[in-house]
């Protein structure tokens, strides 16, 4: 199949019509690029499937451009879904809440609750009302592999596979949407993301935050399915240090692996006498973010065969880095003494 890459806004409607013709296309978001299919027909959500190679147990997010949209999609709207829609719609937020009939099964991995949202990037949004559908919309890689951030990168991964990709520039966010279950009793954290924890406290109160996003818990008890498996992982193999500052100057100065390159912070990159990425500052939890993809992207471009990260502080968008770090890792962190 050729792929065709289409340069945004003039290029909506060729897209759309693609859409509406049940086919598989990719588009920018502020998160990372997705690749969209008409969330109301399960043939053409199973070939996004077929594309990434998606185990077929790992719902999809369905996308809407209105607030109004959402309204056919679910059975019910508890009280804090609509409050948390008026303040992070649009934007990097999705809610997990009970289905409707209309959700094929394809789309929600046969259980009964459908994630949704709201996109802020306007391509993605005029995309969504050209067609008129609620687009489901993983992230545009192949399944396991870093989530894309530039159309180039999905080019990498969906070339020949899909029928066309709109170039929207550089994700903003760069890192998936905070994905949080409004489901049970107490709203539940199950994805880190653009929307911190503590910016959903503010507005809903309490929260629980699943035992997934910060470890490695027994399969069978993920509430989020994407969170068990190996994910956004390089070539290269990844291995998270958590340390001060010195003691990973140090750690990396010392150590003599070939092809191997330090995820560094802007402050420590110049005493580094090796191989460097660096991710952004320090205390920039945004910049590290928007960096973290493309980083691990470069690696592998660069042949290199081992990555040391300095894992950033949890809090704000640093928990966002840190869940996805530790999936690169495949759990492989260590502490470093001071
Ligand atoms: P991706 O779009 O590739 O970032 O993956 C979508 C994420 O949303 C995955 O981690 C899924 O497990 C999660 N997700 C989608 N639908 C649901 C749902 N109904 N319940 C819980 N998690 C979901
Ligand atoms: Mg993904």
Redesign the pocket.
Known sequence: MKTTLYKTTEDVAPVADLLRQGEVVAIPTE??Y?LAANALDGGAVLKIFAA?N?PAD????VHISEWEQIIPLVSHIPPKAKALADAFWPGPL?M?LP?SEIIPDE???G?D???IRLPAHPVARAVISACGLPLA???A?RSGSP?PTTAAHVMDDMNGLIPAVLDGGECAVGV??T?I?LVGETPRL??PGGITPEQLQSVIGAIEIDPSITANVHLDKV?????KYKHYAPKAKVTLLHSSRQAFIRFMNEQAEEHSVALCFAEEAKEIHKQTLCIGHENDHNEIAHNLFALLRQADEMGLCRIYAHCPEKTGMGLAVYNRLIRAAAFDERELEA
């Open positions: 998160t990372v997705g990434k998606r790992n719902p999809l997010i999705t997990v289905r789309v929600t991995a259980g609750t459908v994630a919309a993983p992230s890689n989530s998936e949407s994905v279950s199950l994805r509430s989020s399915p994407g969170m």
